[in-house]
């Protein structure tokens, strides 16, 4: 079934690709193919370096031997909201609809029932989606390989620029353009597109160009390239795994392959990254007394200023007895783990 499907999907695939997609060996493609054949089923191979196995032009099996996870996956899998944004929402419930009368009646039943039980809100908390005039025009031109003109908003300034669409990326709710301008590939936030223009002109899409593969990429090279600063600390090991509250894995990552062993007095010493010594203070004040900054001077310098003005503040006007409230390291340590 898998073989068939891969057949009607891709139309002519090599045996080599169709045994890298399914894990089998080559000769036991070949001998899949015959048993096909033997079925009924259309599917024959030609030779030649433009040959393959492919199925007769027209041919379409019905859609059998669903399980009932794989039909609850398939009703379930997309995101209705995105489809909508690309001008695809009749076209995905149309396809739902396909599905459904596709399935044994015994099946049909608990697959209606997905979207009463699960429901996909892909922004994060507190997220306002960006608001895409030009997503419409963008993803007509990305289905049709067009190029675009483009006007786009850069913090500073708007710039213009010709590019080839080669996909649209939603993270986290927010939509990104990856295209090519001139022999650069990059990202685009399409909320910031003021306006597009496709030119009417075709380009070719690169054959080994991987969206996913490259979105990967991007994303965490445009992580690390976030983290300018870098500041050395010293750290209680109890209070390593708190690191985490800085909010940023890229710097997480780096944080902890840095570490060294624990010392006699149980602290670590590791190398913390951020994006500007501003915001490496404010991830660093929540560890309070269980973290130290070893350099550089103008970080310890602003850390010492603000721990001073904090204490002034919450002791003005305090009675002494209030003054010698300080947690031990064994009672804070109890309260994280409570938590």
Not at 2 to 25: H, K
Not at 54 to 75: H, I, K, Q, S
Request: charged share 25%; with cysteine; net charge neutral.
């Amino acid at each position: 079934m898998q073989l068939l499907l891969l057949l009607q999907t891709r139309g002519r695939t090599t045996a080599p690709e169709l045994a890298r997609e399914l894990e089998v060996s080559v000769r036991t493609v070949y001998r899949d193919i015959e048993a096909l054949s033997a079925a009924g089923i259309p599917v024959y191979s030609e030779p030649g370096r433009a040959g393959g196995v492919r199925l007769v032009d027209g041919y379409r099996t019905r859609l059998t031997g669903l399980t009932t996870e794989e039909a609850d996956a398939v009703l379930l899998a997309g995101s209705p909201g995105a489809a909508a944004d690309l001008g695809l929402g009749t076209v995905l419930a149309t396809a739902q609809l396909k599905v459904l009368a596709a399935l044994p009646p015994e099946l049909r039943g608990r697959a209606t029932r997905i979207a009463d039980r699960v429901h996909i809100d892909a922004p994060g908390w507190f997220h306002r989606p960006d608001e895409t005039p030009t997503l419409t025009t963008v993803a007509d031109a990305l289905w049709h390989d067009r190029k675009l003109d483009v006007r786009y908003g850069r913090k500073d300034r708007v710039v213009e620029r010709r590019l080839d669409p080669f996909g649209l990326v939603m993270k986290a709710g927010t939509w990104y353009l990856i295209g090519r301008d001139g022999s650069d590939i990059r990202s685009y936030r399409v909320g910031r597109i003021i306006a597009a223009e496709p030119t009417g002109e075709t380009f070719d899409r690169p054959l080994d160009f991987d969206l996913a593969a490259h979105w990967s990429a991007a994303s965490d090279d445009f992580a690390r390239s976030m983290l300018r600063v870098r500041a050395r600390c010293r750290i209680a090991a109890s209070h390593v795994p708190l690191l985490r509250l800085m909010n940023d894995p890229a710097a997480v990552t780096e944080a902890l392959a840095s570490a060294g062993s624990p010392d006699s007095e149980g602290w670590i010493v590791l190398t913390l990254p951020s994006e500007s010594y501003e915001v490496l203070a404010h991830a660093i004040l929540p560890l309070g007394q269980f973290i130290e900054v070893l350099e550089p001077p103008e970080l310890r310098a602003q850390l010492a200023t603000t721990a001073a003005e904090m204490f002034a503040r919450y002791n003005r006007d305090q009675p002494a007895a209030g003054r010698s409230i300080s947690p031990t390291p064994n009672s804070t340590r109890q309260r994280h783990n409570s938590i």
